[in-house]
Structures are given as structure tokens and as C-alpha cells.
């Protein structure tokens, strides 16, 4: 745990909040500021920074723990979609330095619909094979 982390404080219970499960590696919490209605948060018990400092026992169980929320949550609150949403950097709109994977019930007709999206870039098809080389 780092000391200075607030989401160390919250997956750990020394922060209260609205803990919707927990078991040893990860607390998920409700979202304090919530894209919409079932927004939570799975935040590991210890810290990393980002995905590229995850602990691999946490990256093996993250997945399986979020399709069990999701699924549930998705059932309980009647939900018409899902967004699962992890940011790494600040380029990428990451706001707090604690790993984090957001689960974001979807709703037709939400005040968030159709804004967790990107615009798509025009890559010529040598572009695209050259980036195929570097990282396959």
C-alpha cells in the first residue's frame, strides 16, 4: 500500500465507501462520480501505477471478477449495454496514479450515450503493415 494513494485508502478500507465486494487482491467500490446509475470500480488492494506495473496474479483475476459484476449488474439494474473502461497515462486520461478498471452500465438514451468512443485515423495500407512488423 502507498501511503499517499487515495485509491490504496479506499481498496483498503481506510476510506469508507459504498464496497459492492471484496475479497484479498481487489475491493469494488461505487463509483463517487458515476457515468451512470451501477458505475463501479474493481481497485486492487495493493498499488501500481498503471496496467504496466499490474501484478500478474491481479491481471489473471481482474477479467473473470469483472464478468461476474458486469453480468449481474447488468441483470439487477436492467442495463442495455456495457463499458469496461482502464486508462494508463495522462495522454490517455488517467487521473489517478492506482490501476483501476471502470464498469460503466450502459442505458438507452443515458447522458453519457456514445461519448467513451474515439474518431478513427485514415493509416494507408503500408502504414498499417508496417505497424503489423513492429509489434507481431
Known amino acids: 500500500m ?3 494513494c487515495i485509491f490504496c485508502k479506499l ?3 481506510i476510506i469508507p465507501t459504498k464496497s459492492i465486494y471484496e475479497d484479498e ?3 469494488v467500490i461505487m463509483d463517487a462520480e458515476p457515468a451512470t446509475k451501477g458505475h463501479v470500480l474493481i481497485i486492487p488492494k495493493k498499488h501500481y501505477d498503471s ?4 501484478g ?3 491481471a489473471k ?5 469483472a464478468k461476474k459484476l458486469a453480468t449481474k449488474i447488468k441483470a439487477d439494474l436492467s442495463a442495455d449495454g456495457y463499458n469496461l473502461v482502464q486508462n494508463n497515462g495522462e495522454i490517455a486520461n488517467q487521473t489517478v496514479k492506482h490501476f483501476h478498471l471502470h464498469l460503466i452500465p450502459r442505458y438507452e438514451g443515458d447522458c453519457n450515450q456514445g461519448q467513451i468512443s474515439w474518431n478513427h485515423v485514415e493509416i494507408t495500407e503500408e502504414e498499417m503493415n508496417e505497424v503489423y512488423q513492429i509489434i507481431k
Not at 496496467?51 to 499490474?54: A, C, M, N
Not at 483475476?61 to 471478477?65: D, K, R, T, V, W
Open 11 to 13: 481498496a483498503n478500507g
Open 25 to 27: 487482491l481487489f475491493n
Open 2 to 4: 502507498k501511503d499517499d
Open 56 to 58: 500478474d496474479e491481479e
Open 51 to 54: 496496467l504496466f506495473d499490474l
Open 61 to 65: 483475476a481482474i477479467m473473470p471478477l
